[in-house]
Nanobody
Framework: QVQVAESGGGLVQAGGSLRLSCTASGLSDDASVMGWFRQIPGKAREGVALATRGGTDTICTASVKGRFTVSRDNTKNTVYLQMNNLETEDTAMYYC???????????????WGQGTQVTVSS
């Protein structure tokens, strides 16, 4: 069993930055891939970024490329999402997930955190 916990959300003005953190504890093989997703009420959960224990990472969403970066500290089993130049359209609940499959689709992930709200004001 893997437990996933996110932190770092909040309210920020457009153009500002936030860094989200996510730590996974439990069976390490089930957290070989960690991902960030976001969801707006009434819309499907959207993959934002992935990072593997082996050092591979990807940005899943074209709208955040060049603004968001994902990184992972394997010594802490923690993945980070650095969000710069935030836009109002980035407002969402951000979720962290852990799994074994390197795929931007939410169905690929078995373990999920509770989410952390990011609100970007104009």
């Amino acid at each position: 069993q893997v437990q996933v916990a996110e932190s770092g959300g909040g309210l920020v003005q457009a153009g500002g930055s936030l860094r989200l953190s996510c730590t996974a504890s439990g069976l390490s093989d089930d957290a070989s891939v960690m991902g960030w997703f976001r969801q707006i009420p009434g819309k499907a959960r959207e993959g934002v970024a992935l990072a593997t224990r082996g050092g591979t990472d990807t940005i899943c969403t074209a709208s955040v490329k060049g603004r968001f970066t994902v990184s992972r500290d394997n010594t802490k089993n923690t993945v980070y999402l650095q969000m710069n130049n935030l836009e109002t359209e980035d407002t969402a609940m951000y979720y962290c997930a852990a799994g074994r499959i390197y795929n931007c689709g939410s169905s690929a992930f078995k373990y999920w955190g509770q989410g952390t709200q990011v609100t970007v004001s104009s």
